[in-house]
Each structure stands twice: as C-alpha cells, then as structure tokens.
C-alpha cells in the first residue's frame, strides 16, 4: 500500500492509460481525483474503483481553460484536504500527415491540448504542493517525445515539449520537495490504439512489430510505471523520462 493516505488526481482520467492509473492509485490506498470532460465515462472510472473499495470524486474539467484547472485543483483540496500526487495524462491524437497541409486550427488543438493542458496542469498543481513542501507529478509524454514519427509531425513536436517542461520544471522545484518525472508510452491498447488503426487487424500487427518486445502494451503496464515514479519508491528521481515502450527507442 505504496500511497496509504495520499491524494492523487488523474486528468485524462476517463479511459485508457488514466483509468488505468487512478484504479491502481486507490488500489494502492490513495484517495482519487478522476478528471476529464466526459461526465459519463468519468463517473465510470469512480464506479470501479467504488466498486473495489477504493474513494474517488470525479471533476469535470478541461485542461486547456485555466479556470477549469484551477477548479479541479480546488475541489481536490476541498474534498481531501491536500494533494500529494497528479498524473497529467490528458492529451490528443491524429492530425493530416503532410505538414504543408496542416491548419492552425490543427496545430492550436494538438499544442493547447498536450502543451498547455500539461503547463496549466503543473502551474496549480505546484502551487498547492509548495504549500505542503512536497508533492510528485508525473506527465504523460510519449516515444515521440524522445524520437520522431514522420506521419505525426504536430504530436510529435507537443511530446517533446512536454519532456523539455517536464525537466525545466523538475529543476526549478527539486530544493522544494516536489519531483516531477515524465512517463513515455509507445503503442498502449487504448481506444486511441483502435482510433489509429481503425480497428484493422493488419495496422496492428504492423504496428506490434515495431515494437522489439514484439506486441504493443497495455494500460496497466503504462500504469505500474507512473505508480512507480508517483510513490516514495522513486524518491531520488526527477526529470526523468521514464520509457514503457518495449524497446522501441532502444532500436
């Protein structure tokens, strides 16, 4: 019971690797803070982990609006007292693969999304933890964070952005007590996964084979690790990207 008494609040935390997450969090006997748009699916994830005797709330909120970030950091307090961990996994896929024919609306969502949802996130998030003088974030970034896909350029680009805050961040606050790591995913059955290869036997065997490990991974693989680097097991890391990617980049 790696997190006995503390509070951990999950944004992305709906379905896929966030679900995943948050019930390994409560089963770890941490109180959850399920966070996302979508109502129905989120009030599901708070059901399972009800369900398994854990203690969650879910908050909608969207990462891109300040007011809304803001807000789930505030009920968090309000409704535990404190906040000890934050996984900031929420974040988008898919995008027109040549470059040239990208929009600005394309660039502004992927960037608003899996940049500055994660920027928001740690701006409030930090704030309380200084109060508390710890606290341990994890961002969710992805082996496109560490090395390129050419169909993804837009992705591929918000992931690296997401490693260079995470570490900047981590300096800026490691003599504060707070640790700030990233995790990095290669292919993860995921509703993403389907989205990407529109369910078809073929893309996802392709894609299973670029993977040294020779299968894609599972959300609770992506989840044993952000446990990890969430609990005190991890406390002399920060800044770290943390690879859950089956020797993809290793190649």
Same mark, same amino acid.
């Given at each position: 019971?790696?997190? %006995?008494?503390?509070?951990?609040? +999950?944004?992305?935390?709906?379905?896929?690797?966030?679900?995943?997450?948050?019930?390994?969090?409560?089963?770890? $006997?941490?109180?959850?803070?399920?966070?996302?748009?979508?109502?129905?699916?989120?009030?599901?994830?708070v059901?399972?982990? &009800?369900?398994?005797?854990?203690?969650?709330?879910?908050? %909608?909120?969207?990462?891109?609006?300040?007011?809304?970030?803001?807000?789930m950091?505030? &009920?968090?307090? #309000?409704?535990?007292?404190?906040?000890?961990?934050?996984?900031?996994?929420?974040?988008?896929?898919?995008?027109?693969?040549?470059?040239?024919? $990208?929009?600005?609306?394309?660039?502004?969502?992927?960037?608003?999304v899996?940049?500055?949802?994660?920027?928001?996130?740690?701006?409030?998030?930090?704030? %309380?933890?200084?109060? $508390?003088?710890?606290? #341990?974030?994890?961002?969710?970034?992805?082996?496109?964070?560490?090395?390129?896909?050419? #169909?993804?350029?837009?992705?591929?680009?918000?992931?690296h952005?997401?490693?260079?805050?995470?570490?900047?961040?981590?300096?800026?606050?490691?003599?504060?007590?707070?640790?700030?790591?990233? +995790?990095?995913?290669?292919?993860?059955?995921?509703?993403?996964?389907e989205?990407?290869?529109?369910? %078809?036997?073929?893309?996802?065997?392709?894609?299973?084979?670029?993977?040294?490990?020779?299968? +894609?991974?599972?959300?609770?693989?992506?989840?044993?690790?952000?446990?990890?680097?969430?609990?005190?097991l991890?406390?002399?890391?920060?800044?770290?990207?943390?690879?859950?990617?089956?020797?993809?980049?290793? $190649?």
């Amino acid at each position: 019971m790696i997190l %006995q008494d503390k509070v951990a609040l +999950v944004t992305g935390g709906t379905s896929g690797i966030g679900r995943a997450t948050a019930i390994a969090y409560a089963k770890h $006997q941490a109180k959850v803070v399920v966070v996302g748009r979508r109502m129905d699916e989120g009030e599901e994830t708070v059901r399972l982990i &009800k369900e398994a005797g854990g203690e969650a709330i879910f908050v %909608q909120a969207d990462v891109t609006k300040e007011a809304d970030v803001k807000a789930m950091v505030d &009920k968090a307090v #309000s409704v535990f007292g404190r906040l000890d961990i934050a996984f900031n996994n929420a974040g988008t896929v898919g995008e027109n693969p040549s470059l040239i024919e $990208q929009t600005e609306a394309e660039y502004d969502r992927m960037m608003n999304v899996n940049v500055k949802g994660v920027w928001l996130s740690m701006k409030y998030e930090i704030a %309380q933890m200084l109060k $508390q003088e710890s606290g #341990s974030i994890v961002n969710t970034a992805s082996a496109n964070g560490v090395v390129a896909l050419p #169909s993804v350029p837009l992705y591929t680009a918000s992931k690296h952005a997401v490693v260079g805050l995470t570490k900047a961040a981590a300096l800026q606050y490691a003599k504060a007590g707070i640790r700030i790591n990233v +995790v990095a995913p290669a292919a993860i059955e995921t509703d993403m996964f389907e989205a990407a290869t529109g369910g %078809q036997d073929e893309a996802k065997a392709y894609l299973a084979g670029l993977h040294p490990i020779g299968r +894609v991974g599972t959300p609770l693989e992506v989840a044993n690790a952000v446990l990890f680097l969430s609990s005190d097991l991890a406390s002399f890391i920060t800044g770290e990207t943390l690879m859950v990617d089956g020797g993809y980049v290793a $190649q």
